[in-house]
């Protein structure tokens, strides 16, 4: 049974950080695309990051790039994603989801999309306030 779980969210002061942890089983993470998406109240669903597994390349969304970093354990089967300079407009529920096709990126200008993932994670709550 295909299984995500994240974990990590909370309460956290802008400018503070968070690591968030998305732990998989019934399936190898190696062998998937995997990436990590967020939505916050009223909105659409964007993609944060995500891992290639046709060469292990990472991608991200420009609106957090530099100050966040996706990485996987494979002993543990577990993927990560290390939050740092958290601003207001990064809170939202958290999700990791993996693709059994090529998701990771998407379309011609390499983008993070949640589109062609099968699986999800119930999702974390992560929230940036003073």
């Known amino acids: 049974q295909v299984q995500l779980v994240e974990s990590g969210g909370g309460l956290v002061q802008p400018g503070g950080s968070l690591r968030l942890s998305c732990a998989a089983s019934?399936?190898?993470?190696?062998?998937?695309?995997i990436g990590w998406f967020r939505q916050a109240p009223g909105k659409e669903r964007e993609g944060v990051s995500c891992?290639?597994?046709?060469?292990?390349?990472?991608y991200y969304a420009d609106s957090v790039k530099g100050r966040f970093t996706m990485s996987p354990d494979n002993a543990k089967n577990t993927v990560y994603l290390q939050m740092n300079s958290l601003k207001p407009e990064d809170t939202a529920v958290y999700y990791c989801?993996?693709?059994?096709?090529?998701?990771?990126?998407?379309?011609?200008?390499?983008?993070?999309?949640?589109?062609?993932?099968?699986?999800w994670g119930q999702g974390t709550q992560v929230t940036v306030s003073s």
């Open positions: 989801a993996t693709a059994t096709i090529q998701s990771c990126p998407s379309g011609s200008y390499h983008e993070v999309l949640p589109i062609g993932y099968d699986y």
């Open positions: 019934g399936f190898n993470l190696d062998y998937y695309d």
């Open positions: 891992i290639s597994s046709n060469d292990g390349s990472t």
